[in-house]
């Protein structure tokens, strides 16, 4: 069982940076691999930024070079730290976990509202 809490959203202008926060609880988080969601009103849900177990990210084309997608396994914790901010990332991210064990178990936290004003 994993538990995820997303924090750190709110409102940046354009050009800005915010920094968000994924707590986890439940001892299999070190092995899941651990992904940001947005999903911005009237769109689907997309993937921004994945990373596995030992670290290796990947990023969505539209993010690239502007967020970093950290993780801190002894925490238990991920962060999205996001710079240049533009109006188009203003979307509720969301926390998503997930690892293997006979079957696939998915985890997402409630997610957190960000807002970039143009």
């Known amino acids: 069982q994993v538990q995820l809490v997303e924090s750190g959203g709110g409102l940046v202008q354009a050009g800005g940076s915010l920094r968000l926060s994924c707590a986890a609880s439940g001892s299999r988080f070190s092995n899941s691999v651990v992904a940001w969601y947005r999903q911005a009103p009237g769109k689907q849900r997309e993937l921004v930024a994945t990373s596995t177990s030992d670290g290796t990210t990947n990023y969505a084309d539209s993010v690239k070079g502007r967020f970093t997608f950290s993780r801190d396994n002894a925490k238990n914790m991920v962060y999205l730290q996001m710079n240049s901010l533009k109006p188009e990332d203003t979307a509720v991210y969301y926390c998503?976990?997930?690892?293997?064990?006979?079957?696939?178990?998915?985890?997402w936290g409630q997610g957190t509202q960000v807002t970039v004003s143009s």
């Open positions: 998503n976990a997930y690892y293997w064990a006979g079957r696939k178990y998915d985890y």
